[in-house]
Every structure is written in structure tokens, then in C-alpha cells.
């Protein structure tokens, strides 16, 4: 089915308003995208502080309607519900409908990190490397939850998880997944040789996600998920958090509490640049503190005081 599509250049200052008169007249869905992505502009947004929603300083809104809406009436409709907003720059398209998630797996190939582990999409059939008894193979199905293992953050971490299998220290372990995303990091450690995991997420659709992928990998009764007001005091000794630095560092205490002593713990989501402010600040309860990157990402890895 397709829809009606408005787009419309504004400024920060006034994209609540335009959004506000959008919704209220029946847009389906309205979209934010930073209007000089193209060029280069001082004012990126890289990684919002926390609790924070920022978007750019000039900003195209997209929202679409049904079809069969009418541009002309829709405009006089909007002029008329905030007469203070310039609608003169508003421009209409059709746009046909698709299945996005399947447009999306389609990009979506088995990957290996490591030695032994392999994320493959559900749908797709295992490659010939993969099929070996010593393999440990991930069946992802992302969803609308970050964590597909193409990003360098996560792929930094199921390196990390890869080594410590290798090494013997995930056989048996309990594993917390904290910002568990899709469960990639949970699932893997599992299918590495931990006996339990714990995957720990603000976002509800994250939590199903992980619920999802462990049915789907066989491995539910060994995965517990939980919003972070629920999470159970406990120690493990193995954590993993791939999740922004502004919110490492504000949960350093947190995390380093949910670590055992001795036990391993391994930081993502950092750009490169904030290593060194991390790695002080955890190096009040971590030794061995190293840096591993993948293009512009970090990872900090370390042992328990």
C-alpha cells in the first residue's frame, strides 16, 4: 500500500511544533534527519548525554499518511491548526510500502568472530565452516533491538567473549549482558560454554528481542532478562556492557559491583577519544585494563580487584 509523503526543512527551536500539528492530523509516523548529513557539520550528534534527546540545529521532518489524503486539504488543515507555522516549504511524494524487515535481512550475511563463533541470520542456512562440532553458533533475529554483530561495538565484545571461551574462563560461568540489546552477547557467551546469562536493558522491545532469540537458540531456560530497576545483586564473573560512555561512566560503580573478584569485565560503545577518561575511572577497581578498536570504537577489557 502506498502513502503520502510530507517533507519539510526546520529548525530545531521549531521542529516540536511542526511535529505536534503533524500528529494531530493523522500523520502515521513523522521522521527527524539531520538536513546537512551530506556535508560536514560541527554540530554531529555522536552519542547524547544521558537523558538527553538532541537533535540538529536544521532538521528535515518526514511524516507519511494514507494514501488517499488529499496534499491540498492537509495543508489547509495544518495552516489552520498553528497559523504562526510556514508551511510554503512543505513538498508531497508517494512512496510505495515494503517489507522493510525483510530489506533489511536480505543485507544481513553469517558472520564469524573468532575462532569458534558465528552469528547467523534465523532464516538463513548455516555455512559449511560453521557446521563443525566445535562451532558456536548464534540464530539472530535482531528485531527492532540494537545488536546484530555488524556493528564494530559488538563485534569487539563476541571477539572478546570468543578469547575467553578459548581460554577456558566461560566454561560453566554465569555471564551478565548488561544493555543486552537483541541478547547477541548473552546468546553467544551461552553457546560458548557459560551455563548462565542475565540480559539487562532499559528498553522493553530489547528485552523481547532477547526473550525471542533464546526460544529460537533453544537456550530460554538459561536466560533471564530483566528491566534495570528489576535486575537481581549479584556477582558474576563474566560481564559485558556495550552501551554508550556517558553511560559507562555514570553506572562505573554499578558494573564494577556486578563483577566478582578475579572476574572479567569488558566495556563497549566507546568512541575513540573517551577511552582514557573510562579507563581511569574503572581502573579504581580493575587491573589489567587494556584497548582494543575497530575503526572509530573501543573496547576496554580488564580483571577485578
Known amino acids: 500500500m502506498p502513502y503520502l509523503e510530507l517533507s519539510l526543512r526546520t529548525t530545531e527551536d521549531r521542529q516540536p511544533r511542526y511535529e505536534r500539528a503533524l500528529e494531530d492530523l493523522g500523520a502515521l509516523s513523522v521522521t527527524l534527519l539531520d538536513a546537512d548529513a551530506d556535508t560536514p557539520n560541527e554540530h554531529a550528534i555522536l552519542e547524547p548525554g544521558v537523558g538527553q534527546m538532541p537533535v540538529w540545529p536544521t532538521l528535515v521532518l518526514t511524516a507519511l499518511f494514507d494514501a488517499g489524503t488529499d496534499p491540498l486539504a492537509l495543508l489547509a488543515a495544518l495552516e489552520a491548526f498553528d497559523p504562526e507555522l510556514d508551511w510554503t516549504g512543505a513538498a508531497f511524494r508517494t512512496v510505495e510500502d515494503q517489507d522493510w524487515e525483510r530489506a533489511w535481512l536480505d543485507t544481513f550475511r553469517p558472520m564469524r568472530f573468532g575462532a569458534r563463533t558465528w552469528i547467523v541470520p534465523w532464516n538463513q542456512d548455516l555455512p559449511e565452516e560453521a557446521t563443525g562440532a566445535d562451532a558456536a553458533v548464534v540464530r539472530l533475529d535482531p528485531g527492532l533491538a540494537f545488536g546484530s554483530g555488524t556493528h564494530p561495538t559488538t563485534a569487539l565484545c563476541l571477539r572478546w567473549l570468543d578469547g575467553l571461551a578459548a581460554g577456558g574462563r566461560l566454561q560453566g560461568a554465569r555471564v551478565l549482558d548488561f544493555g543486552c540489546g537483541s541478547g547477541i552477547l548473552a546468546l553467544a557467551a551461552l553457546k560458548l560454554g557459560a551455563d548462565a546469562a542475565v540480559g539487562v536493558d532499559n ?103
Not at 533464546?214 to 530460554?220: F, I, K, P
Not at 549479584?234 to 562505573?252: E, H, M, Q, S
Open 203 to 305: 528498553d522493553p522491545q530489547a528485552l523481547t528481542a532477547t526473550a525471542d532469540n533464546a526460544r529460537r537458540n533453544g537456550v530460554d531456560d538459561r536466560l533471564a532478562v530483566y528491566l534495570p530497576g528489576d535486575e537481581p545483586e549479584a556477582t558474576y564473573p563474566v560481564v559485558v556492557a556495550n552501551i554508550l560512555a556517558t553511560a559507562l561512566d555514570a553506572l562505573a560503580e554499578h558494573l564494577a559491583a556486578r563483577v566478582a573478584p578475579g572476574g572479567r569485565i569488558a566495556l563497549s560503545g566507546i568512541l575513540r577519544g573517551q577511552e582514557d577518561e573510562l579507563l581511569q575511572r574503572y581502573g579504581a577497581w580493575f587491573d589489567r585494563l587494556q584497548v582494543a578498536s575497530e575503526e572509530d570504537w573501543v573496547r576496554i577489557d580488564g580483571v577485578r580487584r
